[in-house]
């Protein structure tokens, strides 16, 4: 995208989380003008018929937000547990978010358990996934 010397030009690549589809996340985008940048690469946006500040109001929440994150037991093993749920609990915790489910993620997850009056054993149960959930992000 070529733009005269006194405006930006931005692109950037997105992540989803979740059990949100692409067509949701193109559904917010295309409300903001974004528009997808390589071809069968859902992740890769960039400005396209929109110019200046995003004026429009946030879609709403039922387009863009997952009912809930889906839940599947952790510990650790191997081969090690990844994915996106890892990264949910390890945000969710104040672990490093490399969407692994190693040690040191589970010594985060214990010390969160113990805080939080659950047994602190690093695993994530139904319990520490119902407790994780109803935990406000900041």
């Not at 589970?106 to 319990?127: F, R």
């Amino acid at each position: 995208m070529i733009q005269p010397a006194d405006s930006f030009a931005h692109a950037c690549d997105l992540t989803r989380i979740g059990p949100v589809s692409w067509s949701q996340v193109h559904e917010v985008l295309d409300g903001w003008g974004l528009q997808r940048t390589v071809p069968g690469e859902d992740w890769h946006v960039q400005a396209g018929r929109h110019t200046g500040i995003f004026a429009g109001p946030m879609p709403p929440e039922s387009v863009w937000k997952a009912d809930s994150v889906p839940y599947r037991p952790l510990k650790v093993r191997r081969p090690r547990i990844r994915g996106p749920y890892v990264r949910f609990v390890q945000a969710r915790v104040g672990a490093v978010v490399d969407g692994i489910y190693g040690p040191g993620t589970a010594e985060a997850v214990a010390d969160w358990q113990a805080n939080h009056g659950l047994t602190a054993d690093g695993i994530v149960g139904p319990k520490t996934h119902q407790a994780l959930e109803g935990e406000q992000t900041t």
